[in-house]
Each structure stands twice: as C-alpha cells, then as structure tokens.
C-alpha cells in the first residue's frame, strides 16, 4: 500500500511559480510511474503530467507544456511538479498518483492517490 502526500499549494498571481511536492511512502517509488492530475470546481479530474518508472520519460498535457516540468528524486521517494508562467485556468486541486502501468495517462491507470492540495492563480 502506498501512501501519498502533496505539499505545496496555495495562493499565487497570474504569471508566478509555485512547486508542488508529493512524498511516498509504504511502497517501492522508484517502481511507479507517477503523475499529476488536477480537478477544477465543477469539472472532471484532468491529467496533467506523468513520468514513467522504466525510462523517466515525460508526458504533458497540452494546456501545460512548456510551463509545467514533471521530476522526481527516487532517493527521497518524491514528486514534484514545477509550474511556471500560472494562469487563472490553472486553478484546481492537484492531486499525485502511483500507477503500475508504464506510460499511464489516464486515471483509471493509477493505483493510489493522494489527498489534494490546492493551487488558486488570482488574475
């Protein structure tokens, strides 16, 4: 079973930075592919990044590439996403995940999901 937790979030103004963690534990992390997913009032849980377990390869979202940068420190047994130029529309809970799967992109890929944290962009 593996436990996870996101740090990081809060408030930031349009075209600010802000670093969000996601610290493992209770499993093997660096046998995970993991990813990022974020959920916005009244809209569906998107994805937003992943990075594979096998090759360290990265996905990105459309709405996120080139501002997003996924990463992870297997010797920490951390996640972290690094999102850059924030905008308005990138207000949403965020949320990690541990998937199995090696290149997983969608939700129901994933294993076990942390608790949110979240990122509010003021315009």
């Known amino acids: 079973q593996v436990q996870l937790v996101e740090s990081g979030g809060g408030l930031v103004q349009a075209g600010g930075s802000l670093r969000l963690s996601c610290a493992a534990s209770?499993?093997?992390?660096?046998?995970?592919?993991m990813g990022w997913f974020r959920q916005a009032p009244g809209k569906e849980r998107e994805f937003v990044a992943t990075?594979?377990?096998?090759?360290?390869?990265?996905y990105y979202a459309d709405s996120v590439k080139g501002r997003f940068t996924i990463s992870r420190d297997n010797a920490k047994n951390t996640l972290y996403l690094q999102m850059d130029s924030l905008k308005p529309e990138d207000t949403a809970v965020y949320y990690c995940?541990?998937?199995?799967?090696?290149?997983?992109?969608?939700?129901?890929?994933?294993?076990?999901w942390g608790q949110g944290t979240q990122v509010t962009v003021s315009s």
């Open positions: 995940a541990a998937s199995g799967v090696v290149v997983p992109m969608r939700s129901y890929e994933y294993d076990y």
């Open positions: 990075i594979s377990w096998i090759s360290g390869s990265t």
């Open positions: 209770g499993g093997t992390f660096s046998s995970y592919s």
